[in-house]
T-cell receptor, first 114, second 117 residues
Framework: NAGVTQTPKFQVLKTGQSMTLQCAQD?????MSWYRQDPGMGLRLIHY???????DQGEVPNGYNVSRSTTEDFPLRLLSAAPSQTSVYFC?????????????FGPGTRLTVL | GESVGLHLPTLSVQEGDNSIINCAYS??????FIWYKQESGKGPQFIID?????DKRQGQRVTVLLNKTVKHLSLQIAATQPGDSAVYFC????????????????FGQGTILTVHP
């Protein structure tokens, strides 16, 4: 299994541009989520999905859209990039059932908005 | 809002020493806690977890202690190795009635652990 994969690894945008961060997992996990990590801070939840066709907002959803058309993929869209969205973005997945809540994180996408 | 925080932002130890990383949480309703390790340029990696009905849980070279009275969580790493150097995060969440979380984790700030050979 490849686990959780993210593309691109690095991206530079200009203010106002749009882009989509890709996330895929091959573990048949129902739950997927997006976090952002800013310098000196822990991860903050942006959006999450408990299954195909179901998404919900996390702690910091403004400026981001998500969709979940398949179990495997959970893309994150920036509609109009702003410098405040400069961050490292992590996608994660897990099973919705089981005795532990182990989340598997992708390697991250480092985004810079100029 | 309520959040999880860490007492010490940095910790330096010698190889072979035992390390203790602390975490304070403020949401008394949280019932599931996780420690993650994040190496430079990588995503967080699960280390160990504990539910609120437990005080202690041991893994391989790691032990997590939970003190619900003072809302304190700690991670103990035995015989610390240079490969343990990383940022360590604690995270908390509230399980649903079935005991399974939807993974809406609240992360602490993180502690940088540096292990000197």
């Amino acid at each position: 299994n490849a686990g959780v994969t993210q593309t691109p690894k690095f991206q530079v945008l200009k203010t106002g541009q749009s882009m989509t961060l890709q996330c895929a997992q091959d573990m048949n996990h129902e739950y997927m989520s997006w976090y952002r990590q800013d310098p000196g801070m822990g991860l903050r939840l942006i959006h999450y999905s408990v299954g195909a066709g179901i998404t919900d907002q996390g702690e910091v959803p403004n400026g981001y859209n998500v969709s979940r058309s398949t179990t495997e993929d959970f893309p994150l869209r920036l509609l109009s990039a702003a410098p405040s969205q400069t961050s490292v973005y992590f996608c994660a997945s897990r099973r919705t059932s089981g005795p532990t809540d182990t989340q598997y994180f992708g390697p991250g996408t480092r985004l810079t908005v100029l | 809002g309520e959040s999880v925080g860490l007492h010490l932002p940095t910790l330096s130890v010698q190889e072979g020493d035992n390390s203790i990383i602390n975490c304070a949480y403020s949401n008394s309703a949280s019932d599931y806690f996780i420690w993650y390790k994040q190496e430079s340029g990588k995503g967080p990696q699960f280390i160990i977890d504990i539910r609120s009905n437990m005080d202690k849980r041991q893994g391989q070279r790691v032990t997590v202690l939970l003190n619900k009275t003072v809302k304190h969580l700690s991670l103990q790493i035995a015989a610390t190795q240079p490969g343990d150097s990383a940022v360590y995060f604690c995270a908390e969440t509230l399980s649903n009635a079935g005991g399974t979380s939807y993974g809406k984790l609240t992360f602490g700030q993180g502690t940088i652990l540096t292990v000197h050979p």
